[in-house]
């Protein structure tokens, strides 16, 4: 267990909505990601942060911000949501062995 | 092409059987390597490193092939509760070595 937790675990919103997902963790790791998972393309990185206001894009992080004020809580923000940012995400940190760990998700649907 | 590519599967097997995924990544400066095991609906979890000596944990054993740039995961004796979702996941250099995932092996072991 590496005492991470995301909220909500279960969003549906409308297409222009915005939305926040929060991530919180409590063992004082400096790397935190998002990701989102998707059918046929595993999981993909949207954004991570290497500490307390140092955040870098991933690969599909279009549409996402994020924003990391205090160690312990990293927060992806959905600006105006739509219908393709429908999908689960998880917060991940790193250990020093590099192996990531994972939150349990949040399943977010954009109607 | 992709990253990191694996056969979907599924692989069906029954009790007892061997198994064997592989994994194949496209770019050699890689430097870390890892399985990691997602149950339906839940997140992903580390099953284990992939050394380039190879290493095994009980009934897995995980093999690295830089020359030939894949990572392969073996089974023995597979349970009920090896009936999984198994990702394959790959350091790349252009992400700044962050960790990029495969889209996954289905297995299911049957009675």
């Known amino acids: 267990d590496a005492g991470i937790t995301q909220s909500p675990r279960h969003k549906v919103t409308e297409t222009g909505t915005p939305v926040t997902l929060r991530c919180h963790q409590t063992e004082n790791h400096r790397y935190m990601y998002w990701y989102r998972q998707d059918p046929g393309h595993g999981l993909r990185l949207i954004h991570y942060?290497?500490?307390?206001?140092?955040?870098d894009k991933g690969e599909v992080s279009d549409g996402y911000s994020v924003s990391r004020s205090k160690t312990e809580d990293f927060l992806l923000t959905l600006e105006s949501a739509t219908s393709s940012q429908t999908s689960v995400y998880f917060c991940?940190?790193?250990?020093?062995?590099?192996?990531?760990?994972f939150g349990e998700g949040s399943r977010l649907t954009v109607l | 092409r992709k990253e990191v590519e694996q056969d979907p599967g599924p692989f069906n097997v029954p009790e007892g059987a061997t198994v064997a995924f592989n994994c194949t990544y496209s770019?050699?400066?890689?430097?870390?390597f890892f399985w990691y095991r997602q149950d339906c609906r839940k997140e992903p979890k580390l099953l284990m490193s992939?050394?380039?000596s190879g290493n095994e944990d009980g009934r897995f054993t995980a093999q690295l092939n830089r020359a030939s740039q894949y990572i392969s995961l073996l089974i023995r004796d597979s349970k009920l509760s090896d009936s999984a979702t198994y990702l394959c996941v790959v350091s790349l250099e252009e992400y700044g070595n962050k960790l990029v995932f495969g889209a996954g092996t289905i297995l299911r072991v049957k009675s």
């Open positions: 770019n050699s400066a890689s430097q870390s």
């Open positions: 991940a940190i790193s250990k020093n062995t590099g192996e990531l760990f």
């Open positions: 942060s290497y500490g307390v206001k140092d955040t």
């Open positions: 992939v050394y380039s």
